[in-house]
């Protein structure tokens, strides 16, 4: 398939270690010959609708590189994370589990919204690019996981992926994978007529 419409970029979640993780391997895919920034769409949840949204991978990466002294790391506090484990657990009907987790969100407390709005705006493109077309619905897909050592840099529990400290190792874990895969990838990026 070839033409408009006919590359996704599609990025998963993670966290910040995600996004780390993410930068790496598209970074590392890009000094390969394959530049995922060409996309026709680029789809992303969480961490990795902010990858998705960075027009210059190879910069954000460098950034993840950099020591960054001010940002704080995120504590997620037990009380509250029990609460909302016992709400899942407990809650049968899908719209009182939206009422009772909305309660426990809008009670949680966070960052002002000013603050969170800038460091969000940061990580933003000036303007936006909606795609032209959609995408064929036989389109071919090429999946890349975290490997092993990516895993290990990011970690597993939820308060290893919010902490800014493993910002870098998994950017680096990201960008060694991308090695890996490139050629992978490349098959599917840039098909052979």
Do not use: C, N
């Amino acid at each position: 398939m070839s033409g408009v419409g006919s590359r996704a970029l599609v990025l998963g979640s993670g966290g910040i270690t995600g996004i780390a993780w993410e930068l790496g391997v598209l970074a590392g895919l890009a000094e390969r010959g394959v530049d995922l920034g060409t996309a026709d769409l680029v789809v992303g949840t969480s961490a990795g609708a902010v990858v998705g949204a960075s027009a210059e991978y190879t910069a954000r990466y460098r950034l993840e590189l950099a020591e960054r002294v001010a940002e704080p790391r995120t504590r997620m506090r037990p009380y509250p994370l029990a609460r909302f484990l016992l709400v899942m657990v407990t809650t049968s009907d899908p719209r009182a589990f939206r009422r009772k987790a909305g309660r426990l969100a809008l009670a949680a407390r966070v960052e002002g919204e000013a603050e969170r709005r800038r460091t969000v705006a940061s990580w933003l493109p000036d303007g936006e690019r909606w795609p032209p077309a959609a995408l064929s619905a036989t389109s071919r897909v090429v999946l890349v996981r975290p490997d092993p050592d990516a895993r290990a840099a990011m970690g597993r529990s939820i308060t290893d992926k919010l902490d800014p400290s493993r910002r870098k190792a998994a950017a680096l874990a990201g960008f060694a994978q991308a090695a890996a895969e490139a050629e992978r990838v490349s098959e599917v990026w840039h098909p052979r007529a």
